[in-house]
Every structure is written in structure tokens, then in C-alpha cells.
């Protein structure tokens, strides 16, 4: 049973900084692209970054020079460090792994429940 679980979420000033760390546990075989997506209220889940198994990254234009995802691989943990924070940047962060739990599986996408991120003074 494959299980990924965020934390890190919490209540933050403007400007402030978080880091949201997503941990993959159980049958887990490999690994290839991590993300981080989120979901305001009222809105669609919207991609914040990805990384892949070689560590290639990839942000949305709201995330660019304010937010660095990474992962470790020996840990199955991905992380996004989130710094300069704004109001907007208010909703709940979701990970997700596109991983093979055997050998004899395909990939496919895991989520994780999501940790809620508030950016208010």
C-alpha cells in the first residue's frame, strides 16, 4: 500500500517563508516525477512545480524565484521551500508521485491529502 503523507503547512505571515516536505512510504520500487499542485478555495488544483527522477525542475510563473521543489531520493521525500509568501499563495498543497510499487507494476500517479498553507498578517 503506497501512502504519501505533506507536512509543513501552517499559518504565515506575508513574506514569510514554509517548507512543505511529502513522504512516500510503502511498496515502493521507483520513483519518477514529483509535484506539487494546489487548490484555493473556490478555484481548480493548479500545478506549482514538478521534479523529475534526475532532479530536471519545472514551476508555474507564480512560483518562479520565490519557490525551489527538490526531492531525496534515498528518503522518497519530495520537499518545496516556499519563501516570500503572499496572500495569494493561500490554499492547500497536494503532492503527487508517479511511482511503481513492484517491478511488475506500471506507473501511475499518487496523491498525497494535502496540508493547508496560510499566508495572512
Known amino acids: 500500500q503506497v501512502q504519501l503523507v505533506e507536512s509543513g503547512g501552517g499559518l504565515v505571515q506575508p513574506g514569510g517563508s514554509l517548507r512543505l516536505s511529502c513522504a512516500a512510504s510503502?511498496?515502493?520500487?521507483?520513483?519518477?516525477?514529483m509535484g506539487w499542485y494546489r487548490q484555493a478555495l473556490g478555484k481548480e488544483r493548479e500545478l506549482v512545480a514538478t521534479?523529475?527522477?534526475?532532479?530536471?525542475?519545472d514551476y508555474a510563473d507564480s512560483a518562479k524565484g520565490r519557490f525551489t521543489i527538490s526531492r531525496d531520493n534515498a528518503k522518497n521525500t519530495g520537499y518545496l521551500q516556499m519563501n516570500n509568501l503572499k496572500p495569494e499563495d493561500t490554499a492547500t498543497y497536494y503532492c503527487?508521485?508517479?511511482?511503481?510499487?513492484?517491478?511488475?507494476?506500471?506507473?501511475?500517479?499518487?496523491w498525497g491529502q494535502g496540508t493547508q498553507v496560510t499566508v495572512s498578517s
Open positions: 503527487n508521485a508517479n511511482l511503481r510499487p513492484t517491478s511488475r507494476n506500471l506507473y501511475r500517479v499518487y
Open positions: 510503502g511498496s515502493i520500487f521507483s520513483i519518477n516525477t
Open positions: 521534479i523529475t527522477s534526475s532532479g530536471v525542475t
